[in-house]
């Protein structure tokens, strides 16, 4: 069966802290393509980065750089010198490539960034 | 473009009534889907779709109803309204299975 698991509920950081958000997930297949994306307090979804199961090169985009390990079948996600603005709720998600038209959530860290 | 709309933003419906949730996409995107969202549980999928005239289950259809008569629409039917059907609903559209997807802006929903 397949899922993803954002063991941290909640996270509080002070700003300029770097916080790091993990993601775990489980398959057995071995095409698949992960997702990170943004939930402000205004609750729209923003995209942030889609990854395949073929490239394991880490990615950097300012202060936002995620870590994708296949050994340990981890999707890391990693803000370097937080803002208030990047208070919000961030999810993970996979999307097997034999079942690409769904998309399986984890259930999301809620990231508070305070002053 | 306007990617992603849906209507209504917010709704509330008695115990027993029915509705539709309208989601439409301007992208020329063949993959549409539903999911709602609750307290704790991230994003579950009701219904999708690859194509017009194509249709499936997710995770969670019981209670709802899609149909896809054209590539830019994928309305949510409500059959009979239940108060667990409080949620937070999202269309979501995208190129193709595995692509990126992207998220309407989401429609409230409360069932007293």
């Known amino acids: 069966a397949q899922k993803v698991t954002q063991a941290q509920t909640e996270i509080s950081v002070v700003e300029k802290e770097d916080v790091t958000l993990d993601c775990v997930y489980e398959?057995?297949?071995?095409?698949?393509?992960l997702f990170w994306y943004k939930q402000p307090p205004s609750g729209e979804l923003v995209f942030l980065i889609r990854?395949?199961?073929?490239?394991?090169q880490n990615e950097i985009s300012g202060r936002y750089s995620w870590n994708f390990q296949k050994s340990t079948s981890s999707f890391n996600f990693t803000i370097t010198a937080s803002q208030v603005v990047d208070s919000a709720v961030y999810f993970c998600?996979?999307?097997?490539?034999?079942?690409?038209?769904?998309?399986?959530f984890g259930s999301g860290t809620r990231l508070s960034i305070r002053p | 473009n306007a990617g992603v709309t849906q209507t209504p933003k917010f709704q509330v419906l008695k115990t027993g009534q029915s509705m539709t949730l309208q989601c439409a996409q301007d992208?020329?995107?063949?993959?549409m889907s539903w999911y709602r969202q609750d307290p704790g549980m991230g994003l579950r999928l009701i219904h999708y779709?690859?194509?017009?005239?194509?249709?499936d289950q997710g995770e969670v259809p019981n209670g709802y109803n899609v149909s896809r008569s054209t590539t830019e629409d994928f309305p949510l039917r409500l059959l009979s309204a239940a108060p667990s059907q409080t949620s937070v609903y999202f269309c979501?559209?995208?190129?193709?299975?595995?692509?990126?997807?992207?998220f309407g802006p989401g429609t409230r929903l409360l069932v007293l």
């Open positions: 979501a559209s995208s190129y193709g299975g595995g692509e990126t997807q992207y």
């Open positions: 398959t057995r297949d071995t095409t698949y393509y």
């Open positions: 990854r395949n199961s073929f490239d394991e």
């Open positions: 998600a996979l999307c097997l490539y034999s079942s690409a038209s769904k998309i399986i």
């Open positions: 992208m020329n995107h063949e993959y």
């Open positions: 779709s690859v194509g017009a005239g194509i249709t």
